[in-house]
Nanobody, 121 residues
C-alpha cells in the first residue's frame, strides 16, 4: 500500500484542519488505518486509528473530543478532522496502515511521508 498524506499547514490556536491520506496499491479496505505524529525532539506518538469498517476507532487521550478519524473505502482515503487546535498539536502527522486496529506503531506495516501541521498565532 502506498500512502500519501496531505492537508497540513499553518493554523491559529483554536482553528481547524482536515488531513487526508490517499492509499493506492493493495486493497485499502483490508487495513486498519492510523494517524501518528512526531514533534521536534520528541518520539512519535499515536493519535487515532480506525478499523476497516469504520465501526471501531481509538483516540489518544490528548486529542479525544477534538479530533475525528474517518475513512471512505470507495475513495481509498482516510481523514483526520482536527478541531480546537493547540500549539502542542504542532508536529509532522503520518498516516499508516495495519492489519488490525491498534495503537501500537510497530504493528503498522505501511507509512505515508508525513504532512506538517503548525499551530501558532
Amino acid at each position: 500500500v502506498q500512502l500519501q498524506a496531505s492537508g497540513g499547514g499553518l493554523v491559529q490556536p483554536g482553528g481547524s484542519l482536515r488531513l487526508s491520506c490517499a492509499a493506492s496499491g493493495r486493497t485499502f479496505s483490508d487495513y486498519a488505518m492510523g494517524w501518528f505524529r512526531q514533534a521536534p525532539g520528541k518520539e512519535r506518538e499515536f493519535v487515532a486509528a480506525i478499523n476497516w469498517s469504520a465501526y471501531g476507532t481509538y483516540y489518544a487521550d490528548s486529542v479525544k473530543g477534538r479530533f475525528t478519524i474517518s475513512r471512505d473505502n470507495a475513495k481509498n482515503t482516510v481523514y483526520l478532522r482536527m478541531n480546537s487546535l493547540k500549539p502542542e498539536d504542532t508536529a509532522v502527522y503520518y498516516c499508516a496502515a495495519a492489519r488490525l486496529l491498534t495503537r501500537d506503531g510497530s504493528e503498522y506495516v505501511y507509512w505515508g511521508q508525513g504532512t506538517q501541521v503548525t499551530v501558532s498565532s
